[in-house]
């Protein structure tokens, strides 16, 4: 099958309204986000990139000749409040899909709602392998950890040679099954899993970890985790005198962790599916526009989530393009008909349960910024 590219997306694909009037009713769009709160960074990345691909859709015409609109909502990254949103959401005809929120469990809580009312929620950011199971109208545009975290493995046993691992991560959905798939693999490959320590996101005091990695002396230390905790760890672990190889998960890959953790992350490694250092066309034009406007690093949250509302529009078209009324129905039955949709952060070919695949890039922290690592 043909894939389109981000610039037949947006030029051919909607080029052909460009020369209609964009003055009917507009297709609507949910946001739910963390626009506030620990994890506000993130969804604020979500709510630039969105702002620029509507902008950009609609100075092109458009979506299907007609006006690109988000509703947006602060979910706070809580399930309370992802599931409030949702039920406004459904209640609004208006409103034919949505995008959020930011992590698995909030997303989680408020799926089954969406599922219900026959809605598409695409997640940008769910990774947990159950986020999809709950139904044929979610969707994501991120690899799950059941294909992320054993590819993780794979390169920390064979390509780092580790024998001896030390895992930390976050005591919610998303950690416990980013841990899980990495030590299974891990194990499988002969690596030995000498601890596997669960903290609360509210921990701030990571001494415990400290001591344990002072008497096992492991080979690497895997964390996963969000930036903001990742990297009071990787200071308190510089603090204590600790010099161990890190390896990260996708979550790492944000400018506000070399921010956040200084000279205490140089040298970690970190997992990508996006890299602003691609030469491809596509992925410069966005970086340019993105970084331009924003005074900001573009990073893959903010790619993921311009790339969420490109399938989106590209899903609409479809259904336009059948003769078909945009409904959200139809929505939900091209996100698995339609050509696969090659964004920024990569190709989105959604399976038979709304999974995607994408290639990883590996990369380090060094003299303060993100490089390709040298393999």
């Known amino acids: 099958m043909r894939m389109k590219t981000l610039a037949l997306a947006l030029a051919a694909g909607l080029a052909a309204v460009a020369s209609t009037s964009v003055a009917q009713e507009p297709i609507v769009i949910g946001l739910s986000a963390p626009l506030t709160g620990d994890y506000a960074e993130y969804g604020n990345n979500f709510k630039r990139a969105i702002d620029l691909h509507v902008e950009q859709i609609n100075a092109a015409g ?9 509703v947006e909502s602060d979910d706070r990254s809580d399930s309370a409040q992802t599931t409030a949103i949702a039920q406004r959401y459904v209640n609004d005809p208006e409103i034919l899909a949505v995008i959020g929120s930011f992590a698995s469990t909030p997303s989680m809580a408020a799926a089954p709602i969406y599922q219900r009312a026959g809605v598409v929620q695409l997640c940008p950011s769910c990774s947990h392998p159950d986020y999809t199971k709950i139904g044929e109208f979610m969707f994501r545009n991120t690899t799950t950890q059941q294909i992320e975290a054993p590819a993780i493995a794979d390169f920390v046993v064979e390509d780092l040679g580790a024998k001896t691992i030390m895992v930390v991560h976050r005591q919610d959905d998303w950690g416990l099954s980013a841990s899980g798939n990495f030590i299974a693999r891990a194990e499988e490959l002969g690596a030995e899993i000498v601890a596997n320590e669960a903290f609360l996101e509210t921990e701030r005091d990571f001494r415990p970890v400290i001591t344990q990695l002072r008497s096992l002396d492991p080979d690497v230390l895997h964390v996963a985790m969000f930036f903001t905790e990742a990297a009071i760890l990787a200071q308190q672990l510089q603090a204590a005198g600790i010099d161990i190889p890190v390896v990260t998960t996708t979550s790492m890959f944000n400018p506000q962790y070399i921010v ?17 250092g691609n030469p491809d066309p596509n992925v410069q034009a966005f970086v340019e526009e993105y970084e331009g406007r924003y005074d900001i690093a573009a990073d893959s949250f903010a790619a993921i989530a311009y790339d969420s509302v490109g399938i989106l529009a590209a899903a609409i078209e479809h259904v336009a393009g059948q003769g078909q009324e945009v409904t959200r129905a139809a929505i939900q039955k091209a996100m698995f008909e339609m050509e696969p949709y090659a964004g920024v952060s990569g190709v989105a070919a959604f399976n038979e349960v709304g999974d995607v695949v994408k290639e990883i890039t590996w990369l380090t922290i060094e003299n303060g910024e993100f490089t390709v690592l040298e393999r």
């Open 260 to 276: 956040l953790g200084g000279e205490a992350v140089e040298g970690h490694i970190v997992p990508a599916t996006f890299f602003p």
């Open 62 to 70: 458009g979506v299907a000749g007609r006006p690109l609109e988000i």
